[in-house]
T-cell receptor, first 114, second 118 residues
Framework: DAKTTQPPSMDCAEGRAANLPCNHS???????VYWYRQIHSQGPQYIIH???NNETNEMASLIITEDRKSSTLILPHATLRDTAVYYC???????????????FGQGTILTVHP | GAGVSQSPSNKVTEKGKDVELRCDPI?????LYWYRQRLGQGLEFLIY????????KSGLPSDRFSAERTGESVSTLTIQRTQQEDSAVYLC????????????????FGAGTRLSVL
């Protein structure tokens, strides 16, 4: 699976948009970009995923660059409860062996402050 | 509906003892994963079950670690002769069968079992 690079930490004011970047320059054509987050002492929580197109759901938006080498997770109106570690993961698609397992890096610690 | 359930939530054991950790996946999910998370670290993949296929054991760190799954339901992760370096949170995740053509796979995680080896 392609490696990802994320900033170790970011701050955001409550009510503002949080934009979390991720670089995945070696991503291959059938690999998806997934975002998960982990709130302290809990298991990871799925947020959103995408292949080529931008995606939006009730939690967040995912913007993937045209060359697919980077992406940005957007939390449109961050709250204190969004304070967590955010993981950007690239996972191989069909055709490979053992596809489906997720490789978690260190992620970005997002701190939302009042 | 019910999420992924893991038990116990906490386990303290003495070095050299065997421990068994349990995972109840979301009903209908055919894929099940075990991960380990050491303090302050990211998740390490351990093992993956998909339906009746042979499990992917490539992440198990040693032969002291083993896992079983009964059909498409409960899984147990067993650690024999525990060592202090086994101390970690053990996380279980489940997902629907991986989409054959696209490989899309959304995993849902339990809260984990915190294992402390004294």
């Amino acid at each position: 699976d392609a490696k990802t690079t994320q900033p170790p930490s970011m701050d955001c004011a409550e009510g503002r948009a949080a934009n979390l970047p991720c670089n995945h320059s070696t991503i291959s054509g059938n690999e998806y970009v997934y975002w998960y987050r982990q709130i302290h002492s809990q298991g990871p929580q799925y947020i959103i995923h995408g292949l080529k197109n931008n995606e939006t759901n009730e939690m967040a938006s995912l913007i993937i660059t045209e060359d697919r080498k980077s992406s940005t997770l957007i939390l449109p109106h961050a709250t204190l409860r969004d304070t967590a570690v955010y993981y950007c993961i690239v996972s191989r698609g069909a055709g490979g062996t053992s596809y489906g397992k997720l490789t978690f890096g260190q992620g970005t610690i997002l701190t939302v402050h009042p | 509906g019910a999420g992924v359930s893991q038990s116990p939530s906490n386990k303290v054991t003495e070095k050299g003892k065997d421990v068994e950790l349990r995972c109840d996946p979301i009903s209908g999910h055919t894929a099940l994963y075990w991960y380990r998370q050491r303090l302050g670290q990211g998740l390490e993949f351990l093992i993956y079950f998909q339906g009746n296929s042979a499990p992917d054991k490539s992440g198990l760190p040693s032969d002291r670690f083993s896992a079983e799954r009964t059909g498409e339901s409960v899984s147990t992760l067993t650690i024999q002769r525990t060592q202090q370096e086994d101390s970690a949170v053990y996380l279980c995740a489940s997902s629907h069968e991986i989409a054959f053509w696209t490989g899309e796979n959304i995993q849902y995680f339990g809260a984990g079992t915190r294992l402390s080896v004294l």
